[in-house]
T-cell receptor, first 112, second 112 residues
Framework: KQEVTQIPAALSVPEGENLVLNCSFTDSAIYNLQWFRQDPGKGLTSLLL?????REQTSGRLNASLDKSSGRSTLYIAASQPGDSATYLCAVMVGGYNKLIFGAGTRLAVHP | EAQVTQNPRYLITVTGKKLTVTCSQNMNHEYMSWYRQDPGLGLRQIYY???????DKGDVPEGYKVSRKEKRNFPLILESPSPNQTSLYFC???????????FGSGTQLSVL
C-alpha cells in the first residue's frame, strides 16, 4: 500500500534562508509527484508536477526533484519570504490518474 | 473565473442529521473527487467520479454517498453523520487526460 511521508512536520526559518522540504513514498509505481501549497481557508494550490520519467521541475524560486528509485522528492525554496508561510503537501498520483495519495504536510513559517 | 465552489464553508451539525455538501465546477471537467483532511493524516480520497452517472469508492467511503447527475455538480451526502466524520472536506476536479487537479476552498464540518 502506497504511503507518503513528509519531514519535517513543521519548520520555522528566518526570512532569506534557503530551505528543503522532504517527501518519501513507499511504492515507486507512480504516474507523477505533485507539490501543493495550502493556505488556511483557500484550499490547495498546485505548485509543481514532476512526471515519473522526470528528475526535476522548477518554477521561480521553487525547485522540486524526484528520485523514483529511492522513493524520494525534495522541494527547495530559495530566499524564503514571509509570504511563503503555508503548509506544503506532497502527493503521488496512482491508479490511472484516479487517485492522489497525500502526505500529512510540512507547516512552514518564515519570520521577518 | 475557472473555479471549484464548495458550500457551505463551515457547518456544525448533530449526530444523525442528514446533510449535503455541494460542489460545483465551471470548467466542464469530467473528473471530480472528494477528499477529507484530518490532522496528521493528510488528505484521503472518499469518492471520485469519472463522468456523469459514473462514481467509484476511494479509500474512506464508509458513511458517505455521492451522486453525479450533472457534469458540473458532485454533492457529498452524509445520511447519518457521526462525530468521526468531523473533518475538513475538499472537492477537486480535472479534465480527462490532464493531471492537474483544481481544488475547492474546503468545508469544515463539525458533528456534535
Amino acid at each position: 500500500k502506497q504511503e507518503v511521508t513528509q519531514i519535517p512536520a513543521a519548520l520555522s526559518v528566518p526570512e532569506g534562508e534557503n530551505l528543503v522540504l522532504n517527501c518519501s513514498f513507499t511504492d515507486s509505481a507512480i504516474y507523477n509527484l505533485q507539490w501543493f501549497r495550502q493556505d488556511p481557508g483557500k484550499g490547495l494550490t498546485s505548485l509543481l508536477l514532476i512526471q515519473s520519467s522526470q528528475r526535476e521541475q522548477t518554477s521561480g524560486r521553487l525547485n522540486a526533484s524526484l528520485d523514483k528509485s529511492s522513493g524520494r522528492s525534495t522541494l527547495y525554496i530559495a530566499a524564503s519570504q514571509p509570504g511563503d508561510s503555508a503548509t506544503y503537501l506532497c502527493a503521488v498520483m496512482v491508479g490511472g490518474y484516479n487517485k492522489l495519495i497525500f502526505g500529512a504536510g510540512t507547516r512552514l513559517a518564515v519570520h521577518p | 473565473e475557472a473555479q471549484v465552489t464548495q458550500n457551505p464553508r463551515y457547518l456544525i451539525t448533530v449526530t444523525g442529521k442528514k446533510l449535503t455538501v455541494t460542489c460545483s465546477q465551471n470548467m466542464n471537467h469530467e473528473y471530480m473527487s472528494w477528499y477529507r483532511q484530518d490532522p496528521g493524516l493528510g488528505l484521503r480520497q472518499i469518492y471520485y467520479s469519472m463522468n456523469v452517472e459514473v462514481t467509484d469508492k476511494g479509500d474512506v467511503p464508509e458513511g458517505y454517498k455521492v451522486s453525479r447527475k450533472e457534469k458540473r455538480n458532485f454533492p457529498l451526502i452524509l445520511e447519518s453523520p457521526s462525530p468521526n466524520q468531523t473533518s475538513l472536506y475538499f472537492c477537486a476536479s480535472r479534465q480527462t487526460g490532464s493531471e492537474k487537479l483544481f481544488f475547492g476552498s474546503g468545508t469544515q464540518l463539525s458533528v456534535l
